[in-house]
C-alpha cells in the first residue's frame, strides 16, 4: 500500500503565504510525476501544478508568478510554495502522483493516478 499525507494547509490573510507538503510511503519504485489539484467548493477539481521526473514544471495561468512547485526524489516528497494568496486560492489541495510503480505481494504494476485526502487552504481577512 501507498499512502500519500498532505500537510501545511490553513487560514492565511490575503498576501500571506503557506507551504504545502505531501509524502508518499510505502512499496514505491518509482514515480513519473507528482503535483497538486484543487477543488473548491461547487467547482471542477483543477490542476495547480506538476513536477515530472524528468524535472520539468507546469502552472495553472492563474498562479503562475506566484506558486512554485518542488520535489525531493530521495523523501518520495512534493511541495507547493504559495505567495501573495488571494481569496480565489480558497480550496481543498489534493496531492497527486502519476505512473507510480509499486508492488503488490510479488506482482509489480504501474497505477495511473493516486490521490491524498486533501488539505483546505483558507485565504480570508
Known amino acids: 500500500q501507498v499512502q500519500l499525507v498532505e500537510s501545511g494547509g490553513g487560514l492565511v490573510q490575503p498576501g500571506g503565504s503557506l507551504r504545502l507538503s505531501c509524502a508518499a510511503s510505502g512499496s514505491i519504485f518509482s514515480i513519473n510525476a507528482m503535483g497538486w489539484y484543487r477543488q473548491a467548493p461547487g467547482e471542477q477539481r483543477e490542476l495547480v501544478a506538476t513536477?515530472?521526473?524528468?524535472?520539468?514544471?507546469t502552472y495553472a495561468d492563474s498562479v503562475k508568478g506566484r506558486f512554485t512547485i518542488s520535489r525531493d526524489n530521495a523523501k518520495n516528497t512534493v511541495y507547493l510554495q504559495m505567495n501573495s494568496l488571494k481569496p480565489e486560492d480558497t480550496a481543498v489541495y489534493y496531492c497527486?502522483?502519476?505512473?507510480?510503480?509499486?508492488?503488490?505481494?510479488?506482482?509489480?504494476?504501474?497505477?495511473?493516478?493516486?490521490w491524498g485526502q486533501g488539505t483546505q487552504v483558507t485565504v480570508s481577512s
Open positions: 497527486n502522483l502519476k505512473g507510480l510503480r509499486t508492488s503488490r505481494g510479488s506482482a509489480v504494476y504501474i497505477k495511473e493516478d493516486s
Open positions: 513536477f515530472t521526473s524528468g524535472g520539468s514544471t
